[in-house]
């Protein structure tokens, strides 16, 4: 079963300015991870967070993670129109064999 | 360049007709994963191998079998194929603890 919800399922934003999704999860969990997918193509790993981490940067990309709320946050700064996409978050909660996945936030960039 | 292959990337398949998906990562990762993607939905784990010689259900195994082939290779057979079948299938590998590679799909109807 999906446990994971992402939250806006959809956002549209003009090029330049910042993007924030929101991850939702259930259960405990040792690590949480955000994906791309452009359209048509497969996954691509973004950035992996333990636990015991608050926070965590790549490139313009930065990802937060409240474990006493259960959430976790991914903000691209200065989208660019690749940054179009939709992004999914997955938890390991019992097993990192099997990631529970969210629908995913579809962001679109308006040039 | 490094990373997992699928093939085919398109099948159309007439009900019970049989095929198999193959898939092929050279990370030397020890675990592979088969999941299914459908519209509006997050991935769905059909199968897994934790490690060469060992293979485990996910949440949505009927109508599947897979083959851990050696360590690079894992393949998802359909027996008989069916409409609901109908999806975009993809391949993973990671090892513990650490983001998944996946790859770029094959789209799959079954008419």
């Known amino acids: 079963s999906q446990q994971g919800e992402e939250d806006p399922q959809a956002l549209s934003i003009q090029e330049g300015e910042n993007a924030t999704m929101n991850c939702s999860y259930k259960t405990s969990i040792n690590n949480l991870q955000w994906y791309r997918q452009n359209s048509g193509r497969g996954l691509v790993h973004l950035i992996l967070i333990r636990s015991n981490e608050r926070e965590k940067h790549s490139g313009r990309l930065r990802v937060t993670l409240d474990t006493s709320k259960k959430s976790s946050s991914l903000l691209i700064t200065a989208s660019r129109a690749a940054d179009t996409a939709s992004y999914f978050c997955a938890t390991d909660g019992d097993s990192n064999y099997q990631l529970i996945w969210g629908a995913g936030t579809k962001l679109i960039i308006k040039p | 360049n490094a990373g997992v292959t699928q093939t085919p990337k398109f099948q159309v398949l007439k009900t019970g007709q049989s095929m198999t998906l193959q898939c092929a990562q050279d990370m030397n990762h020890n675990s592979m994963y088969w999941y299914r993607q459908d519209p509006g939905m997050g991935l769905r784990l059909i199968y897994y191998?934790?490690?060469?010689?060992t293979t485990d259900k996910g949440e949505v195994p009927n109508g599947y079998n897979v083959s851990r082939l050696n360590k690079r290779e894992f393949s998802l057979r359909l027996e008989s194929a069916a409409p609901s079948q109908t999806s975009v299938y993809f391949c993973a590998s990671s090892e513990w603890g650490t983001g998944y590679t996946f790859g770029s799909g094959t789209r799959l109807t079954v008419v």
């Open positions: 191998s934790a490690s060469e010689g």
